[in-house]
Structures are given as C-alpha cells and as structure tokens.
C-alpha cells in the first residue's frame, strides 16, 4: 500500500504541475519554483509533514519535497545553532540533493551531445 500512496500523492503533484504548464502561460521555471516555495510554506503551515507521512518519496521526490526538506533543516539547524541556523539548516539538509544534481547533470553533458535549437 506504501507504493501505491507514493504513486498517487507523486502523481497527483506532477499532474498539477502539467495542468499549470497546459492551461496556463506560466514558464516551467517559475512552476518549478513555486512548487519549492510551496513546499516550504505547507512545512511551515504544518500542512506538508502528514502528506510525507502518508506518500514517502511520492511527496519527496518532487520539487516541493525539496522545499519541505529545506523548511526542516531550517528549523533544526536554528534550534541547535541559533540564527545561523537559517543559512546553515538548508543548506545541510539539501547537500546531497544538490551535489547529486549536479554531479548528474554534468555526466549527462558529456555522455549526451548538445545541439543547437532550430
């Protein structure tokens, strides 16, 4: 049943995101943005941790988990560091996200050959 929820949550927050790019005028960058920013703020709301509870990476994986993760490193970091904890906390808790994108990113450039569009 774990597989199934993750499906469906994962799904359900990918299908909203091809709603937004179909019906609206709205770039793929800044849905890709407000979906981390939403995630940071349904944390904040104590609205986002009950989903990841319930969906595991069906709501982790997708860019809104990225900002659920930053919200709570966040809120660790600060009550472990204080203030510092504001830069810190995000940072921390995201490391191995960002290193993975790029590391990836820059092994699809050089397995991949780039071309201009026509």
Known sequence: MEYFNAFWVGGLICLIAQVLIDKTKLTPARILVSYVIAGV????????????????????????????????GVVEMIQKEGPIGIIAGGMASTAAGISAAVFFGYLASLIGKSSEKE
């Not at 904040?44 to 595991?56: D, K, S």
């Not at 988990?65 to 930053?70: A, E, H, L, S």
């Open 41 to 72: 703020v349904l944390t904040a709301l104590g609205i986002y941790e009950p989903i990841v509870q319930y969906a595991g990476a069906g709501a982790l994986v997708p860019l809104s988990g990225f900002g659920y993760c930053m919200a709570k």
